[in-house]
């Protein structure tokens, strides 16, 4: 009998790279689109919004609380203006090399936006898009020889041309790294979801594989 998925194992076998949104090097996950994709892989999930602390050093930070299956856990997240500073009850200001630089005092809308991307997090210590968090481009998914998976994969539309060297291959690199004894075939299915890979590239992928 085939042994019973845990919820991680669930959740973090979502891709979830058509739904995120990036700013400012920060790489944002639709928290309704999250919220559903959780509800329906486990049907039993709830969250809470709990009290929203404040300190006049530090600013506002938010905190949720997400249980599934009986497990509950709790995640927190500052308040952050554009420039990820922290949002105060008034406006202040701070220095940098390139002058004196500005932030508004916080707002209830920030903080309701700050609890959704707080309540995301949160979900992503259940597996919803953690590899997003790692730094990673792909998600962890299952074991035939590499280039002949990866030579038969069939790429999406607008994927992006992996080449050699650049930040895309430092990830993939480490996303192939890690996942190793998850399995060939869909390591090459979910690399040519994302990547248009030339032979060359393929070869290298496969040196990795070995």
């Not at 959704?116 to 998914?141: H, Q, S, W």
């Not at 996942?179 to 390591?187: A, S, V």
């Amino acid at each position: 009998m085939e042994k019973e998925q845990t919820t991680f194992e669930k959740l973090s076998a979502i891709n979830v790279n058509a739904k995120v949104d990036k700013k400012s090097n920060l790489t944002y996950l639709s928290w309704a689109w999250a919220w559903s994709e959780t509800k329906k892989a486990c049907p039993d999930a709830t969250y809470k919004i709990k009290e929203t602390q404040y300190d006049d050093a530090l600013g506002f930070m938010c905190h949720t609380e997400v249980t599934i299956e009986g497990e509950t856990l709790e995640m927190w997240l500052p308040v952050m203006d554009g420039a990820n500073k922290s949002m105060k009850k008034v406006p202040y200001k701070y220095t940098t090399k390139y002058g004196e630089k500005s932030v508004e005092a916080a707002t209830s809308f920030d903080v309701n936006k700050t609890l959704m991307r707080c309540l995301v997090k949160n979900l992503a210590m259940f597996g919803m898009g953690i590899y997003i968090y790692a730094g990673e481009d792909l998600p962890d998914t299952e074991n035939t020889t590499a280039t002949t998976v990866l030579g038969n994969a069939t790429p999406e539309a607008d994927t992006i041309n992996l080449e050699l060297g650049t930040p895309n291959w430092n990830a993939v690199v480490k996303y192939v790294n890690s996942n190793k004894d998850l399995g060939i075939e869909k390591i090459g299915k979910q690399l040519m979801r994302k990547y248009t890979i030339s032979p060359e590239v393929k070869k290298e992928i496969a040196k990795l594989l070995k």
